[in-house]
């Protein structure tokens, strides 16, 4: 909710005319309690791990009904079956909705008082990519050390194992987890606005990027890194990184050059593990 009647009251404020998207913020958010307008988190996520994965998906389900070959799997052996992008969605639709909407919903005190803003005016597209790139550090950083922290043999085996059901990831497999893992990964996301407050449509910007689609690219880069650490299973000992890869590195647990010529199916052909930390 904006502390202004009108446009012009708000232009009188920021003490110069609205930008566009200024004035679009002005009519969307005026007279929306800023609870609200936090809520909106829960149908974002929703929406783009909804339609992020689904152009790949079609074209993989297409592709196999077929019969063709699949060149842009990074395991071009393993083939979901229909069922699996079923149950993977459903499965992680569940979670999202029923528990991080509602840890999502609970945590606005938390986002009051760390300070996030709703206000104009709008932060500059320098200032949201350089928190961005702060908030994508922090997050990284502690999300090598939680997910190293899940493959010590409890936490995997109660947790992270469920992850790793799936030996050759998906797009939909990509937040496919414990409902636990998905709301401990949730501190990581949220350390980096506690530290670099910023305004409320950062927020709903950074809360889409860890479904971000270029996660969902098989050709991509990272998405190739992370791939082998599913490809080991359970047991793996490196490539802990999802986004950068310099933890893997200081803490000398990439196995960068070990990727090379090592993708071969493991699991059985529907891409499945058999679950134990074998
Ligand atoms: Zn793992
Ligand atoms: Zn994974």
């Known amino acids: 909710m904006l502390p202004y009647a009108t446009a012009a009251e708000a232009e ?8 566009w998207a200024e004035a679009a913020w002005f009519r969307y958010s005026a007279s929306i309690p800023d609870y609200c307008l936090y809520c909106h988190n829960v149908p974002i996520l929703l929406l783009v791990y909804t339609l992020a994965p689904l152009p ?3 074209l993989e389900l297409r592709r196999r009904r077929r019969h063709l070959p699949l060149p842009h799997k990074l395991q071009p052996g393993v083939r979901h079956p229909p069922a699996a992008f079923l149950r993977c969605y459903a499965a992680t639709a569940r979670v999202l909705l029923l528990a991080v909407g509602p840890v999502q919903l609970a945590s606005y005190p938390a986002v009051r008082a760390v300070g996030i803003r709703t206000g104009l005016p709008l932060p500059s597209a320098g200032e949201t ?8 550090l922090v997050e990284d950083y502690l999300g090598y050390w939680i997910h190293r922290l899940l493959h010590t043999p409890w936490a995997y085996h109660h947790i992270h194992r469920v992850h790793h059901e799936f030996t ?9 987890a414990h409902w636990a893992e998905i709301l401990i990964l949730g501190f990581p996301a949220f350390a980096g606005p506690a530290i670099v407050p910023c305004h409320m449509t950062t927020i709903w910007l950074w809360f889409k990027l860890p479904f971000d689609p270029t996660k969902y690219i098989p050709l991509y880069g990272g998405v190739e890194y992370h791939d082998y650490h599913h490809f080991v299973g359970g047991h793996s000992q490196s490539n ?16 960068l050059k070990e990727m090379a010529g090592n993708h071969v199916e493991k699991g059985d052909e529907n891409g499945f593990g058999n679950g134990k930390q074998d």
Do not use: E, K, N, W
């Not at 009188?12 to 930008?19: F, P, W």
């Open 56 to 58: 790949l998906a079609l």
């Open 129 to 136: 990519a350089a928190q961005v790139a702060v908030y994508l």
């Open 168 to 176: 050759a990831p998906m797009g939909y497999a990509a937040p496919y």
């Open 240 to 255: 802990f990184s999802s986004v950068f890869t310099f933890c893997d590195y200081i803490y000398g647990t990439d196995r």
């Open 12 to 19: 009188a404020a920021v003490g110069r005319g609205m930008t």
